[in-house]
């Protein structure tokens, strides 16, 4: 991820700074100009203008006001209505005026803060102004209903009049009038229904109301119909869409109410019709703007949330979903080495070749922010569909892209996860993702990784486990185990080594192949390291003065780490000291990795710790890459040579030549430099024959013992097994 760029500029002018002041009348005048232009307004131009004046005084305010809030800015918008500032234009160009101006009379142009609270007032400003219109127009809508009641119940002579007054209201009314009788025969449409859908009373009159019929029209607005013409509601309400006569289309407020004859059966219907075309397209505006990322002009974070929540209401038992998700590698060290333009520039190219790569039906492209993106594909049919996906992605991604005379390329890192929906949620969708986009990354970028549950149990495993040992060393759920180490010859124990094994609380008894190496990732094995080492020179000690010259030594593992760490002589000494062994009756077993081909400092504490009289062996030695030659410069008494190689020896009938032939060849090296060898894995009475015959000098394997408690060290020594 990379940091935001942040261009904010604190404003800290107070609306009553006077070239504030001065910039909202401004605002003010440019404001009562655009409403008289677009509305027929009962109020002198100087009244127009005063008014309008309160409202900026208002805005302003709200928009410097701490804490922010939007309430303002639909109070506004209901007081333009309610001063009769309703021209079909007004909203609109209110709307767009204070988008364009206000800013930039205020002296704060491109201040990001100040622009996205305005954008927010604007919003309030639209709502408040169309919820406040909706309250006039049903209450001339009720009054429309009342006259045409009156004119059914009243007297003949009042009937006249009443249907004088009904008429001026049918003809002049600003909203759309319909009148249809019960089987949907349009009969009467007034001038501003005839305007709105282009259509003459004539051509309307060709029409019944079925007609009317919209393929978008929610199902509910035609249920509903059929329930008022059957009598069983007298009037209901409905968001609809017409065709127009040019065919475009118009947004409406529907009100259709029943009027019932004298013994209340259903007669006529009236439907009131209120245009909200450009209410429709300004809340379409807003809403694009809020869920679309303005540089890239990709869906943003909100509407693939959306979008993703939609599919898992939706789902059906097997539907299958499908999610890639990107990181750029690098993305960073362009941002800072070219800067943010030009980092903006290739953010909109890869947004670019991400929307050309995927394309089609149930595939959405969004930018989550900053260099990453997201690509949702919905009705995938199994994990290869999104394989493919982010296949073209990625070859979408290789040509170099230029910006400013730089040929930059860039590489992509992809999560991927497909699976059916049922069982899942959507934010474990998120999760596993971002989970695997990290695999991607760590397994050395430009390329996608497959979410694997397997990988991820093992992952959240490890993570436990190493959360845990801290605490597992001080509550002391380790403890040591000992295998001997046996003089081929005679079977004699000369040496034992420690084993460290972790009696986990929740896992059980865990072998050291489960948690050494997590250990040395988190610099644990070091106080873990140094507690085996107390303990098998306590137990060293034990044996000492139990056995005298018949006591083994302890060879205790080393990790690189240990190795390294600058403390070790130290602590080895005052260890040996503390539990006055001879240093003689320890080993240290080391890996080739470990001494070899690294820097002088182990050597060195090699080396004081061989002074010091402490034996070094050569743990697994064959499986690395051993420079042979430098083996005599070594600080080193034993080799121990890899379990691997005893396979071969494994029966006297099958030998392997070459596992034969190796083991002879190391033998035969240490005893050239003096050195002793040990074999480890020896299982067989096989092996052991014939490792004695190749001159080998000590064993280690399951045909002596295996690993275990102290205990069985000292029955081995007494001779009771
Ligand atoms: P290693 O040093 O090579 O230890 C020998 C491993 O071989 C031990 O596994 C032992 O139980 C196993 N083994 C013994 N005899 C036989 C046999 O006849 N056949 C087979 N197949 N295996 C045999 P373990 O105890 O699981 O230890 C695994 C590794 O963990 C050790 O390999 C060592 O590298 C590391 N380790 C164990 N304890 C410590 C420790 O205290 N510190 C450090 N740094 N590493 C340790
Ligand atoms: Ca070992
Ligand atoms: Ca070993």
Redesign the pocket.
């Known amino acids: 991820m990379t940091e935001r760029v942040d261009h904010r500029v604190r404003d800290d002018r107070s609306p009553l700074d006077p070239a504030v002041l001065a910039g909202a009348e401004s605002f003010a005048r440019s404001w009562a100009t655009a409403v008289i232009g677009s509305s027929y307004v009962p109020m002198t131009r100087a009244e127009v203008a005063q008014h309008l004046q309160d409202l900026t005084e208002m805005l302003v305010e709200a928009l410097f006001a701490s804490p922010f809030r939007t309430a303002p800015g639909y109070e506004i918008g209901s007081r333009l209505v309610d001063a009769h500032f309703t021209g079909t234009d007004t909203l609109g160009r209110t709307i767009q005026l204070l988008g364009d101006d206000l800013l930039a009379e205020l002296g704060s142009a491109g201040d990001d803060r100040l622009q996205s609270r305005l954008a927010a007032l604007q919003g309030a400003l639209a709502a408040g102004y169309a919820r406040a219109l909706r309250e006039r127009t049903l209450a001339e809508q009720e009054a429309i209903r009342a006259a045409v009641l009156d004119a059914r119940d009243q007297a003949e002579a009042m009937l006249r009049a009443s249907e004088a007054r009904f008429r001026a209201m049918f003809t002049e009314a600003a909203i759309g009038i319909g009148i249809a009788d019960i089987e949907g025969r349009i009969l009467d449409v007034n001038q501003a229904l005839q305007d709105m859908l282009g259509f003459s009373v004539e051509e309307m009159r060709q029409y019944n109301v079925r007609d009317l019929m919209h393929p978008e029209d929610a199902g509910s607005v035609w249920r509903l119909y059929d329930q008022l013409i059957a009598g069983e509601c007298d009037h209901y309400r409905a968001e609809k869409r017409f065709h127009r006569a040019d065919g475009e289309q118009v947004w409406t407020h529907l009100t259709l109410s029943l009027v019932r004859d004298d013994h209340g059966e259903p007669q006529y219907q009236v439907a009131m019709i209120e245009d909200v075309t450009d209410r429709h397209l300004l809340q379409n505006r807003l809403r694009y703007q809020a869920l679309h990322d303005p540089l890239t002009g990709l869906p943003n974070r909100a509407l693939f949330l959306e979008r993703l929540g939609r599919v898992f209401n939706n789902r059906a038992k097997h539907v299958r979903a499908g999610l890639c998700y990107l990181d750029l590698d690098g993305f960073k060290v362009i941002n800072d080495s070219l800067g943010h333009d030009t980092g903006d520039q290739l953010l909109v190219e890869v947004g670019r070749r991400l929307d050309h790569s995927v394309s089609g039906e149930g595939k959405l492209v969004a930018r989550m922010g900053g260099d990453e993106f997201v690509i949702l594909v919905e009705g995938s049919a199994g994990e290869q569909d999104i394989v493919d996906v982010a296949d073209r992605v990625l070859t979408e991604l290789e040509a170099p892209i230029r910006i400013a005379g730089h040929e930059l390329s860039v590489s992509a890192s992809i999560g991927i996860v497909e699976r059916q929906l049922s069982g899942t949620t959507s934010a474990d969708l998120m999760r596993d993702a971002d989970i695997t986009l990290y695999w991607a990354k760590a397994d050395g970028k430009a390329r996608w990784a497959l979410y694997d549950p397997e990988r991820n149990a093992r992952e959240v495993a490890r993570f436990t486990l190493s959360a845990t040992m801290p605490r597992a060393l001080e509550r002391g759920e380790f403890y040591?185990?000992y295998?001997p180490l046996v003089r081929l010859e005679d079977s004699t124990v000369v040496g034992v080594?420690?084993?460290?094994?972790w009696q986990h609380p929740e896992f059980g008894r865990l072998?050291?192949?489960r948690f050494?190496e997590l250990a040395e990732e988190t610099g644990l094995?070091v106080p873990?390291?140094r507690w085996?080492l107390r303990k098998a020179c306590e137990e060293a000690r034990r044996w000492l003065e139990e056995f005298g010259d018949a006591a083994p030594f302890v060879s205790?593992?080393?990790?690189v780490r240990?190795s390294r760490d600058p403390e070790l002589v130290r602590d080895v000494k005052r260890i040996l000291d503390e539990c006055a062994l001879p240093p003689h009756h320890l080993q240290l077993?080391l890996?080739e990795s470990a001494i070899m081909g690294t820097a002088d400092e182990p050597l060195e504490a090699l080396r004081a710790l061989c002074d010091m009289g402490v034996r070094i062996a050569i743990?697994?030695f064959g499986t690395g890459y051993s420079n042979l030659a430098y083996l005599k410069h070594l600080p080193v008494h034993e080799l121990?040579i890899?379990?691997s190689f005893?396979e071969g020896l494994r029966a006297e009938t099958e030998e392997d030549p070459v596992d034969s032939q190796i083991v002879a060849t190391l033998v035969q090296l240490a005893h050239a430099l003096s050195l002793g060898v040990t074999a480890?894995?020896?299982?067989t009475p096989a092996q052991a024959a014939r490792l004695l015959r190749l001159g080998c000098d000590t064993g280690?394997?399951?045909?002596f013992a295996?690993?275990g408690p102290p205990e069985d060290i000292d029955s081995l020594l007494r001779g009771d097994l």
């Open positions: 040591v185990e295998q080594e420690a084993l460290v094994r072998a050291p192949d050494i094995i873990l390291g085996v205790v593992n080393l990790a240990q077993e890996t743990d697994d121990k890899a379990g005893m480890e894995g020896v299982e280690q394997g399951w045909f295996r690993p």
